[in-house]
């Protein structure tokens, strides 16, 4: 086990914060990444945090642009 010697990190420890421990937290809704880092070995983790409140299926339908 290399925990102890993997370096931690959080894109936006405004949504999901790291300890140096590996220990996650979370911050508030949103989404993120965490790497963790070991001599060349890089890994990702996304962390999805969901909103307390449900969003209308109709309103993700609704086409705003050209590109929708």
Same mark, same amino acid.
């Given at each position: /086990? %290399?925990?102890? @010697? +993997?370096? !931690?990190?959080?894109?936006?420890?405004g *949504? $999901? /914060? *790291?300890? #140096?421990? =590996? @220990? %996650?937290?979370? *911050?508030?809704? =949103?989404?993120?990444?965490?790497? %963790?880092? !070991?001599?060349? +070995?890089?890994?990702? $983790?996304? !962390?999805?945090?969901?909103?307390?409140a449900? $969003?209308? #299926?109709?309103? @993700? +339908?609704?086409?705003?642009? !050209?590109?929708?």
């Open positions: /086990d %290399v925990t102890w @010697l +993997a370096k !931690f990190a959080s894109n936006d420890a *949504v $999901v /914060d *790291v300890s #140096p421990t =590996g @220990l %996650v937290q979370i *911050v508030r809704q =949103g989404e993120t990444a965490i790497r %963790v880092m !070991f001599e060349d +070995a890089v890994e990702i $983790v996304t !962390f999805t945090v969901p909103y307390e449900e $969003v209308e #299926p109709a309103r @993700l +339908a609704q086409k705003n642009n !050209f590109i929708d």
